[in-house]
């Protein structure tokens, strides 16, 4: 038991994400609001995009950084409220698993942009599980009294592109950039 508690929690690839994940979340997080529309949604959520790409990397060892990463950030920058920012941080973070589970499963390979057919699956299975944790954060946030009701369906297309764009664009980024390092290094 003391060894799988270590193995999810405190590990050298955890610890070592953490220190990575957190102070690049915060500022990318940070970026991102100044950018933001009126009701605070951004075009691109590029920390949704890292998330996963270390999630198919690195594999479920990093849960807790990006959870960690993505409570304090939103506690910081966003929503100075604990129940909030830990319940958006534990959707987003429930999201970043499930999408990580569901394309290894079907693509069977961390690196889903060498074949046609593996691109298209990582980019038809990647939208389903976003569009149902964009509804829980934005009912989550009407709940709080952080979002109106009224507002809610902008609210939803809103979280929905960003977390979809950055998954869409700075996932595939990171994983091409990284395949490529690997390739060129282990052939040389």
Known sequence: MKKLFGQLFFNKTSILSFVILLPIHFYLAKISGI???S???ATIWPSSGIFLAAMMLL???VWLPIFVSDWIAGEALYYHSLPVSFSIAAIDTVEVIGVSLVVLHFVKRTDPFVRIASTLRYFLLLAPIPALTAGLTITTLCLF????WDAFWSGYRGWLCGVLTGEFVITPFILC???SINQYFGQN
């Open 39 to 41: 009701d605070g949604s």
């Open 145 to 148: 009294g952080v979002s109106n």
């Open 35 to 37: 950018f933001a529309f």
């Open 59 to 61: 594999g479920p060892k």
């Open 177 to 179: 950039v990284w395949h």
